[in-house]
């Protein structure tokens, strides 16, 4: 029903920036109650950030507050994760998907790999 296209991830130093996009298109797609997710490498996947509702309020996991930002823009159909003052810890593939209980999210996207290495 929703097609998901994540990219931006690649190979980037402790400290720096990455921008990860999200294309999301469907039938039945909206662009309200999106989230970015990552699975580290051995490691359940987990939620990272949020957007929600029409006024689009964020809500963030506490290992990456301060430092991540989501946005989107409506008229695109697209979801931004901003990510500042990366640290290896933050390595693992991230995913962008539907907020909601993440054992019921029935369909995932390729992914983009973000790896945080000296």
């Known amino acids: 029903q929703v097609q998901l296209v994540e990219s931006g991830g690649g190979l980037v130093q402790p400290g720096g920036s990455l921008r990860l996009s999200c294309a999301a298109s469907?039938?039945?797609?909206?662009?309200?109650?999106m989230a970015w997710y990552r699975q580290a490498p051995g490691k359940q996947r987990e939620l990272v950030a949020a957007?929600?509702?029409?006024?689009?309020?964020?809500s963030y996991a506490d290992s990456v507050k301060g430092r991540f930002t989501i946005s989107r823009d409506n008229a695109k159909n697209m979801v931004y994760l901003q990510m500042n003052s990366l640290k290896p810890e933050d390595t693992a593939v991230y995913y962008c998907?539907?907020?909601?209980?993440?054992?019921?999210?029935?369909?995932w996207g390729q992914g983009t790999q973000v790896t945080v290495s000296s």
């Open positions: 469907g039938r039945f797609f909206s662009i309200n109650d």
């Open positions: 998907n539907k907020g909601g209980a993440i054992h019921l999210i029935p369909y």
């Open positions: 957007i929600t509702g029409l006024r689009g309020v964020t």
